[in-house]
């Protein structure tokens, strides 16, 4: 009889444990997932990365705003320079960002609105001579934004008196800059208002973990943004990896042309911030991460996922910072060096997307249309 009981015992607490374990996975939960305390690191990820890095942002537009009002109305050679010294400031500001496309910048299209390349140099062309274009309409997703600014300010003309002649003699062209420029504050100001206020919270408090969740969904924007935005677009379509012939008219930054490979170790450096949740380097961890959170989910392998991660991230780091300061003329010299680049680069996807997302049992939330 007392066997039988504490056999009894035994299986009620066994359909006890599975009736848990079950309703965990039922709302897309597990033990060790809510044993990590997500809504900490998201609040990190709010308050010391993502809003310190879009108030920076939004104070660097107001620069260039300011330079290029200044230009327009006396457009002269120091006034030209310091356009582009804040165009730039600003472009490197922006590669912390351009991969939170979150709440208002998804809903706004954001990135869209702000770094296309390469130019659609006929349609800004267009634009300006008809002086009738609308700068939020998708159809000028290539004439607008940094990208725009690039051209309009080192590509309109062989040299730079010949640049500045276009604005002395036709109003038109200061016209078309201070609309880009507008615009782009315009749609930044929204995006900052959004994360100072309401969205905020509604971030923080999304700490499921399920398709639609900020962490989710966060997480899934940054590999993306590694994969496409970062590897592909900057490396991988001008290398002509995509394409099987180079495309040296893809590098971002393209009319500058002597920015373009600190462009790539800018948005390097905010791949690292948000892996790490370190900004600017800080050399005391803020705040639970990325990483912090990839660790947890393993467990305790001999060696740890995220040290494999950022170990290839200093290798990828490394072959960039042996290109030519212009990778235009990299890619027309010796491509090889690029395309080198990106088999470094591409072994971080793996760890990223494959080893990653298995580790911390989230699902890609998006195809990959490359084929590699």
Known sequence: MMGNRKNLIVLFYSMLFAALTLSCEDNGEDIETTSFDREAMLTHWADNIIIPLHNQFSTSLSNLKSTTATFVASPNSDNLSQVRLKWIAAYKAWQYIEMYNVGKAEEIYFFSKMNIYPSNTERITLNISSAVYDLENANNNAARGFPALDYMLYGIDATDDLILQKYIGDVKYGTYLTDL????????????????????????????????????????????????????NKIGIPAGVFSGAALPKNVEGYYSRIYSKELVLEAYKGIETFFTGKLNGATVMQGLSLSDYTDHMEGNPEEKLSAAILAQFE???????????????????????????????????????????????INADYVDADGD
């Open 181 to 232: 420029v507008d615009a782009m504050v315009l749609n930044t100001e929204t995006v900052v208002n959004a994360w100072n206020g309401s969205y905020r919270a509604t971030f923080i408090s999304s700490t499921e973990n399920n398709a639609t969740s900020s962490i989710n969904k966060l997480i899934n924007d940054f590999i993306y943004y590694y994969e496409k935005g970062f590897r592909s």
């Open 315 to 361: 290798r990828a780091k490394t072959k960039i910072n042996e290109l030519d300061s212009n990778l235009v003329s990299q890619v027309e010299s010796d491509n090889s060096e690029m395309l080198l680049t990106f088999d470094e680069l591409q072994k971080a996807v793996i760890l990223l997307k494959v080893d990653m997302l298995r580790a911390i049992s």
